[in-house]
């Protein structure tokens, strides 16, 4: 092939490592874009206003910006367009290819300039799109993934040029409490550089000539026609006779003093008992006569779930009226109303199958679910499609809030996983239904530590922001604080579902002296094949332990199993003889504990159920002569004298 001059020798060597000496300017001109991209990696800045006032009123600040007409004769695009535009890669009816899934480009992809059929053509950053979520309209957020995505342009660039990010400002964005973090970031920008990352503030038209510029030749459609025509930022740029903004005027609006409206004051509700409401006209009615746009979410969410999306109402369809009242809560920062608004429209957020690859790929399991209800368990890396059929197949119709929360877990434990991967310590599985219940505890005992009055503060009327600061907040505590009671630490450990270290080979231990196995409640572990087959360290053993401790229904219920398997561990340590031939039974052991600890503390002659006493149980303190472990040792010995226990012969010689 290469003789009859099919194949290039640049088609077989693409980076120039074993090229012939006729073809040596070529493999210079490789290596000088390499040394380029290498040592003098500038991460270039335009500032684009959606309106001339915003850019006034940023001016005072001495923020320098451009509107869209400025930019003129550039085009500026979202990043859903690039989507679009890249779906005619490899497109080919007579083969039979679809092209290039609508998967999202990175912040790589968006700092290119393009070329399309004679369009200078930029995008903005996938995390500025406002199509499909909502965690850009958090402006604290945003400044964290700014900072995070220039860190990752500037170590993962590799073109000759410069890369160009292109930051779109808008109103509902900037006013805020947060605008002094804002300002902070543009002082930084000025200046020359922010958090060691090289940076230079420019114009859009003067950085073209100096970026990364790539030509889209297999382009055959009208750009226009690429574009989707239902994006907040329509791409109207595309006629030259109609280039007026890209970006949706409704987020324009603000109140007189020049800020957008102010978040509705927290966890306000009003009393209608949502778990009776069934007839449409009754929930319709409630709709008009309410206030608060939280409680006409959640009637809207009963109406969807009952009758669905497509329901007609005298507003329009179900869908259209959670739309309009979703745009509102936007604007107002309402994030209850945001989230359960999102989750009725659908909406995912980006790098949602990429966040639990990382997962996986630190040998982390991902269960989608509400606590108390089945859940899905992701062992494997799974397509966005499926993916979100679980999410609103098994999650949405138990908790409408939850479906949108669940997803900015996943891509916050995502972030986690490369660059905080201690916090993972001893958590296999990480179950997000029960994960919210440890941040809504913790949340509740900040608030209450803080004496600040009765607790206000609803989990899902938290900003995105604060949500990821919670969640670090969960995963990285170790419980020193005082007033928390071993219930609460019981109930975190339970719900993060994490270990303490060697757990699993103590769990081995108990299994090679149990040749019945362990049973907790339905589900049984046997002893064979998984002792002879597998070490504590294998992740098949560690999936089957996990298994039997899902079964478990409440956090402190998992994590009193965990304390009763480290405490028949050691029993068997000691009695290295003894063997038990039926199987242990967990939530036996764990019941006659809990019934010797009450008879003892609790001289009550009222009867109590079995969770009443397990819950008493998990109150008290583990350490000392009437401690959990205590009792949990000596329901270990009662019940192994009423079992049928072998002795090892060859454990009992005397030297």
């Known amino acids: 092939l290469i003789i009859g001059d099919f194949v290039n020798w640049a088609d077989l060597d693409p980076l120039g490592r074993h090229l012939p000496p006729s073809m040596t300017g070529y493999r210079r001109m490789l290596q000088d874009g390499q040394r380029a991209a290498e040592g003098n990696t500038i991460v270039q800045i335009s500032l684009v206003a959606e309106s001339s006032s915003l850019q006034a009123r940023l001016a ?301 790929a630190v040998n982390r399991q991902v269960c989608l679910g509400v606590l108390g209800h089945t859940e899905h368990v992701i062992s494997e890396p799974l397509p966005p499609a499926e993916i979100q059929t679980v999410l609103f197949n098994s999650v949405r119709p138990h908790h409408v809030a939850d479906c949108s929360l669940q997803q900015e877990l996943v891509r916050y434990l995502g972030g986690f996983a490369t660059s905080e991967p201690a916090l993972f310590r001893g958590m296999q599985r990480i179950r997000l239904g029960w994960l919210t219940q440890a941040m809504a505890e913790e949340l509740k005992m900040s608030e209450t530590s803080a004496e600040t009055g009765p607790v206000t503060t609803n989990l899902y009327q938290l900003s995105p922001s604060a949500i990821k600061q919670l969640l670090f907040t969960v995963l990285s505590s170790r419980y020193e604080n005082a007033e928390r009671t071993w219930l609460q630490q019981r109930r975190r450990e339970g719900s993060l579902n994490r270990v303490p270290p060697h757990f699993y080979e103590k769990v081995l231990q108990v299994l090679l002296q149990s040749r019945g196995g362990l049973g907790l409640y339905k589900y049984h572990l046997p002893q064979e094949p998984l002792v002879q087959d597998n070490k504590p360290q294998d992740k098949s053993f560690i999936l089957c332990v996990e298994e039997l401790l899902s079964q478990a229904p409440r956090p402190e219920y998992r994590q009193l199993v965990v304390e009763l398997l480290i405490v028949l561990a050691a029993f068997f340590e000691r009695n290295n003889e003894v063997v038990v031939s039926e199987p242990i039974s967990l939530n036996e052991l764990l019941a006659e504990a809990a019934t010797l600890y009450t008879n003892e503390h609790l001289h009550t002659a009222d009867p109590a159920s079995r969770d009443d006493v397990i819950l008493a149980f998990a109150e008290s303190y583990p350490h000392g002569k009437n401690g959990t472990t205590a009792f949990l040792l000596r329901a270990c010995v009662d019940y192994l004298l009423h079992s049928d226990v072998d002795f090892d012969a060859s454990q009992c010689i005397v030297s």
């Open 60 to 360: 005072t600040y001495g923020i320098a910006t451009q509107t869209v007409q400025q930019v003129e004769p550039i085009i500026v695009l979202p990043q859903s367009s690039l989507v679009q535009v890249f779906r005619e890669l490899g497109v080919n009816k007579n083969l039979s290819l679809s092209g290039r899934p609508a998967r999202p480009k990175g912040a790589l992809g968006t700092s290119v300039v393009y070329r399309i059929k004679g369009d200078v053509v930029v995008f903005t950053p996938l995390f500025l799109d406002q199509t499909d979520f909502y965690m850009s309209s958090d402006m604290n957020l945003l400044i964290e993934v700014i900072k995070d995505s220039l860190k990752f342009i500037y170590t993962n660039w590799n073109k000759p040029k410069r890369p160009l990010m292109v930051l779109l400002l808008r109103v509902s964005q900037v006013w805020g409490s947060h605008f002094e973090r804002l300002l902070e970031m543009m002082a930084a920008f000025k200046q020359g550089g922010w958090e060691g990352v090289p940076v230079q503030l420019g114009r859009l038209q003067q950085f073209i000539a100096s970026s990364s510029v790539e030509q889209l030749d297999f382009v055959q459609e009208d750009l226009g026609k690429l574009t989707p025509r239902n994006s907040v930022m329509p791409p109207t740029l595309l006629s030259r006779q109609s280039r007026v903004s890209v970006f949706n005027p409704r987020s324009s609006r603000v109140s007189h003093a020049g800020r957008s409206a102010s978040p509705p004051p927290p966890q306000i509700t009003e009393d209608i008992d949502f778990s009776k409401l069934y007839d449409p006209t009754e929930i319709m009615g409630h709709f008009e006569e309410c206030v608060l746009v939280i409680t006409k979410m959640q009637l809207l969410s009963r109406l969807f779930l009952s009758h669905g999306p497509g329901f007609q109402t005298p507003l329009g369809t179900v869908v259209e009226v959670v739309k309009s009242l979703y745009d509102r809560a936007l604007q107002e920062h309402d994030w209850h109303s945001i989230r359960i608004g999102a989750s009725l429209l659908s909406k995912t957020v980006d790098s949602l199958a990429p966040s639990i690859t990382l997962m996986v």
